[in-house]
């Protein structure tokens, strides 16, 4: 079945750090690709997506390419800030299927 | 605009006690969705529902009933609440199934004591 691999966290950085959460995907069609932040106390918010191979989705400086030669869909932001501190999920959805598949969150330390 | 909102917010709950937790969308969704998380863990999806009328069971549906009578509405129902579903609740919707990301709600914290 379909499954998403996102890397063991936390991950603690330093401000204005470059950040990368690997996340790697298996899937038997074409799926939407996602990342999602949950800031603490508050629900997921959709962060970026990806909708088909070598877009690339943004938003709020973070980035990620969906490869599908790799399947991957590493998220990336070149300068981090305090304020990124919190959990990052990255999930997948087919057409054909009933649920979003999500990984098991990354939890983010940005250190001032 | 709202999009969805959970009530309440938090409760606390004696073990054997029924309990609802609602949810409502204002986006006119014809998906939602309800998980819950646990210290320390991913989310896990209890129910769905991808039009209303009709619902199905997600990876822990045992102790959860839902129905879905309308778009907007919902709701989730505890039976008979045991400690091990202390978690925080989350509804979330989505335009269909299938493809579609998911916008979720504030969440709902309960302890069954």
């Known amino acids: 079945g379909n499954s998403v691999t996102q890397m063991e966290g936390p991950v603690t950085l330093s401000e204005e750090a470059f950040l990368t959460i690997n996340c790697t995907y298996t899937a038997t069609g074409y799926p939407s690709l996602f990342w999602y932040v949950q800031y603490p106390g508050e629900g997921l918010q959709l962060l970026l997506k990806a909708t088909k191979a070598d877009d690339k989705g943004s938003n709020k400086g973070f980035e990620a390419t969906y490869r599908k030669e790799t399947t991957s869909f590493h998220l990336e932001k070149g300068s981090v800030q305090v304020s990124d501190s919190a959990v990052y999920f990255c999930a997948l959805s087919e057409p054909r299927d009933d649920k979003i598949i999500f990984g098991k969150g990354t939890r983010l330390h940005i250190l001032p | 605009i709202a999009g969805i909102t959970q009530a309440p917010t938090s409760q606390i709950l004696a073990a054997g006690r029924r309990m609802t937790l609602r949810c409502t969308q204002d986006m006119r969704h014809n998906a939602m969705y309800w998980y819950r998380q646990d210290l320390g863990l991913g989310l896990r999806l209890i129910h769905y529902s991808n039009t209303a009328g009709t619902t199905g069971k997600g990876e822990v549906p045992d102790g959860y009933s839902v129905s879905r009578a309308n778009t907007d509405d919902f709701p989730l129902t505890l039976a008979s609440a045991v400690p091990s579903q202390t978690s925080v609740y989350f509804c979330?919707?989505?335009?269909?199934?299938?493809?579609?990301?998911?916008?979720f709600g504030p969440g709902t914290r309960l302890t069954v004591t």
């Open positions: 979330a919707s989505s335009p269909q199934q299938g493809g579609y990301e998911q916008y």
